[in-house]
Each structure stands twice: as structure tokens, then as C-alpha cells.
């Protein structure tokens, strides 16, 4: 059974438990010097580890993926915590896990959340958009998959339910965009916001870590996920070709920029839309977290922040108490309790 959680580590504390392998990476001094270069990770968040004695024999140990108990030090190396691991070894049978442990997930309801969602899919006038959105929310082995897939493999809602709340998230505030902006084609819209990053259900896999599938890698989930809505509206053989093509636009779209991945950049409104309410929701998310996570009280800024690339200023900002649930459609969102390392990865903010 585990009994020390990452977000109760603290500099100068020995720790003997189990951790999951988020990442493990042999390195080498300047001396030519093997180490181990790790990320230990559990529900509550992820911290960096070092093994210099015995990094050949514990790399066999230190499996990325694996749930491994580890014995080591804890100790502040550059303003950062970090885990001096002094040893290591693979689960037995006899231990008593429970994955869960493991596993970050949404603060949220999940069954809310979903609820929620299906309240803005329903609130969709247009029949066509409609019956894309029914075709795809309705079916039971993607409304499985779509509630507890992350969003992200690091950045921003990279936890159980991720996927989940960021979509209702962007969704929501797309409604009030629309309301805001009467020009917008406020069904297109939100259709967009709802289907924009369902090819991240091919693109990561789910599970105890979070990973780029061989398909998300060649392919990408903007393009995977305008290929899926294609099949659909197909099969579906009532959706006009501009109709769907304009869907398709906001999928392969909302990055932005060809340097972020985006195949095209937007070019209608509600592609214009839906790039900004996606970015803000994501930038949100990691400034927000970097100032909750931040424990040193004699500083007015965060680190800087990877990704946003600026510290955060932290004095203006109240947190709402822990557990607050998310406000029903139409009403404003309550603000989220996150946790998201800061370490810098090879992905896309969005």
C-alpha cells in the first residue's frame, strides 16, 4: 500500500514506497560518467529523480511505465525538489497496489462533466451538425473512452478525465463567445469545440502513463480526428460537402499555426473563434497551476513557466476552495483545482 504521495515530499524526507516511471533516460557526465535521469509520478503529481550509484543495474529497473518501489533521498537541487534514488526494485505480488494511486484524474465529477457536454451537443438547432455530434456522442464504446482519456501527455489537463473537462471547457466559453459575437455561426462552433481534439483518443494511449501511439505520431490528432468526422458524415450521407468541410477546417485549424501543427491556418470565423478559446483555455490552465504549485512565499512570480516562456505573477490571484464543481452550461465555470508539472516536453501546447 502506498503511504507517500509526490505532493508531500519534501526536502531532507527518506522515502521507501512505490512511484510510477513517468520517464527514465541514461545520461552522461562530462566525465563520460553513466547516470539515471528519472521522473517519479503518482495521482498527485511528479517529481524528478537521479540515480548515479548503480545506474546500469537500475536501468533494468526504472522501466518508463513500471510501478517500482524506490528508497532514496529527497533534496532541492537547483530550486527544484529532486529524489536521489540509492535503490529500486520491480513490484511483487505480494504488494498491494491499487492503480489509482498512480493515476492523476480530473477534480470533477466525470459523470457531470459528461452530462454537462451532452447538455451543450443537445442545445446544437442545426439537424446536420446535430447528427454528427449524436453519431459520435451517442456511441457507448467512445463515450467510454472520450470520459477518461487525458488531454495531453504533459501540458495541460494530463489526467483522467482531461479530455473531458478541457472540451466542456472550451465548448462552454465558445456559447458565450457566441453570444457575445451574434456573427458567429454559433451551431458550427460549437460543433467545432466539441469534436476538436477527439483524435487524441488515436493519438495518446491511456493508462497508468500517457504516450504518443505510432498513430499519433506519423499522423497527428488534428488529422486524425478530421478523417474520423469524415467517416462519419459519410456514413451518415446527410451532411453537405461545404457543411463538412467547414467541421473539417475547424479540426485541422485550431493550432493556429503551421509551426504548431495546424495543416492550415484558420481562415472563417469560427475556425478564428475556436483557435483563440483553445489557447486560452490552455495557457489558463498551465498559469493558473504554475501559481497553485508554487510553494515559495517570498517571491511575487512563478518560475518561468515551459510554454507560456514568462513567470506568472501570483499576488492577485485567489484560489477558489478545493472541490468546487464545475458550473452547469450557461453558467460561469467555477475555478479548477490542477496539477501539472512544469517540465518541459516535445508537445504541443494545444
Known sequence: MKKVLVEQLRDGQAINDFFLVAECERKSTRDNRMFLAAVLADATGRVNAVVWDGAERLAGVLMPNAIVRVDGMCASYKGDLQVKINDAR?????????PADFQAKTPFDIERLFRDLLECKNSVRDAALRALLDAIFNEPEFTSAFKQHPAARR????YVGGLLEHTLSVTQAGLRLAEHYPYLNRDLLVTGALLHDV??????????ATEYTPQGQ??????????????????????????LWQVQHLLLSHHGQLEF?????????????????????????QARNAIETDTDERTDFTKKVFGLDRSIYKRSYAAQPAGSTPAPFGKTPA????????????????
Open 90 to 98: 520491480a513490484v511483487r505480488a505480494t504488494d498491494k497496489i491499487d
Open 155 to 158: 501540458m495541460h489537463h494530463a
Open 199 to 208: 483524435g487524441k483518443l488515436k493519438e495518446l494511449s491511456a493508462g497508468l
Open 218 to 243: 506519423l499522423v497527428g490528432h488534428l488529422t486524425i480526428g478530421s478523417e474520423w468526422v469524415g467517416r462519419v458524415a459519410v456514413k451518415l450521407g446527410t451532411i453537405p460537402d461545404a457543411l
Open 261 to 285: 501543427g495546424s495543416p492550415v491556418v484558420p481562415v472563417t470565423l469560427e475556425a478564428l473563434a475556436l483557435h483563440a478559446l483553445d489557447m486560452l483555455d490552455a495557457q489558463l490552465f
Open 335 to 350: 475555478v479548477r483545482t490542477l496539477d501539472l508539472p512544469s517540465q518541459p516536453q516535445q508537445e504541443s501546447l494545444l
